[in-house]
């Protein structure tokens, strides 16, 4: 069975930092597509970041809005995929889920708010 389960959520203020976890087991990161979504209230669900499988060089993709703010990292050993974010803005305020292909995280609420 494999499960997602991630981490590390909260409020913060502007600026500020989090730094998002998700654990996961049944499943192999290093060989799949692996990542995070966002959903903000009213919106749909977007890509925030994914890490590409170790065959296909391990390749990151952010969306535009990251702008160089968060970093993905995957810890092939623990099997888990974490999301550093720094300098979060208001609009930064969403749910935040992991994915592993086709399977899904319950999400994270991520609240920036002064």
């Known amino acids: 069975q494999v499960q997602l389960v991630e981490s590390g959520g909260g409020l913060v203020q502007p600026g500020g930092s989090l730094r998002l976890s998700c654990a996961t087991s049944g499943i192999i990161v290093g060989v799949s597509n692996t990542g995070w979504y966002r959903q903000a209230p009213g919106k749909e669900r977007e890509l925030v970041a994914r890490?590409?499988?170790?065959?296909?060089?391990?390749?990151?993709d952010y969306a535009d809005f990251v702008e160089d703010r968060f970093t993905i990292a995957r810890d092939n050993l623990k099997n888990t995929v974490a999301l550093q974010m720094n300098n979060l803005k208001h609009e930064d305020t969403a749910i935040y889920y992991c994915?592993?292909?086709?399977?899904w995280g319950q999400g994270t609420q991520v609240t920036v708010s002064s």
């Open positions: 890490v590409e499988p170790i065959r296909f060089g391990s390749k990151t």
């Open positions: 994915f592993s292909e086709d399977y």
